[in-house]
T-cell receptor, first 115, second 116 residues
Framework: AAGVIQSPRHLIKEKRETATLKCYPI?????VYWYQQGPGQDPQFLIS???????DKGSIPDRFSAQQFSDYHSELNMSSLELGDSALYFC??????????????FGPGTRLTVT | AQTVTQSQPEMSVQEAETVTLSCTYD???????LFWYKQPPSRQMILVIR??????QNATENRFSVNFQKAAKSFSLKISDSQLGDTAMYFC?????????????FGKGTKLSVIP
């Protein structure tokens, strides 16, 4: 079965640079979630989209922005990178409301290292 | 705000034995969902089992089962016939329908080691 695809899998950036992370949800899934997992930490919710609209927002820094496109893929844009942004970034997808939408399936993650 | 607490940072179990991981949560919501996710050394997040709060029957998935005590706000995971491949970090997670989305709130995790 198709899974959530994230690219790139690994990314190394320097401080103050910009990074773009991409997420391709499972086919027919219209809801995307982004999570950040720091070293030794539990995943923290950043932001979510349903049908190309932002549906919820968590602890996402103002330096970060995200969007969902017409094909339902999503991109997380991170600017003015800081050392503390080094983390594993997960994308998860689910079906929209009324379709068992509480079940999320995670991608393999993008490991971002800021030097 | 919803909180999830896992009081066992690390646990170990002998291969083929049974182990129970604890999780408690705090919420004022009535319609919510609970999950256990497994994160092996590869760091992939794998859904192990899920429980709808409105269901009284405990969920079971092969060797994995939960003990859901709604009044006590407890949601423990039992792994039977432990296998080496069960070695991983296990996260308990909570979601509810009242927010804009079903965002997950995770506990701090329990690191499980299965010993041959």
């Amino acid at each position: 079965a198709a899974g959530v695809i994230q690219s790139p899998r690994h990314l190394i950036k320097e401080k103050r640079e910009t990074a773009t992370l991409k997420c391709y949800p499972i086919p027919r899934h219209d809801t995307v979630y982004w999570y950040q997992q720091g070293p030794g930490q539990d995943p923290q919710f950043l932001i979510s989209f349903y049908e190309k609209m932002q549906s919820d927002k968590g602890s996402i820094p103002d330096r970060f922005s995200a969007q969902q496109f017409s094909d339902y893929h999503s991109e997380l844009n991170m600017s003015s990178l800081e050392l503390g942004d080094s983390a594993l970034y997960f994308c998860a997808s689910s079906l929209g409301p009324n379709k068992s939408s509480y079940e999320q399936y995670f991608g393999p993650g993008t490991r971002l290292t800021v030097t | 705000a919803q909180t999830v607490t896992q009081s066992q940072p690390e646990m170990s179990v002998q291969e083929a034995e049974t182990v129970t991981l604890s999780c408690t949560y705090d919420t004022s919501e009535s319609n919510y969902y609970l999950f256990w996710y497994k994160q092996p050394p590869s760091r992939q997040m794998i859904l192990v089992i899920r429980q709808e709060a409105y269901k009284q029957q405990n969920a079971t998935e092969n060797r994995f089962s939960v003990n859901f005590q709604k009044a006590a706000k407890s949601f423990s995971l039992k792994i039977s016939d432990s296998q080496l491949g069960d070695t991983a970090m296990y996260f308990c997670a909570f979601a509810y329908s009242g927010a804009g989305s079903y965002q997950l709130t995770f506990g701090k995790g329990t690191k499980l080691s299965v010993i041959p």
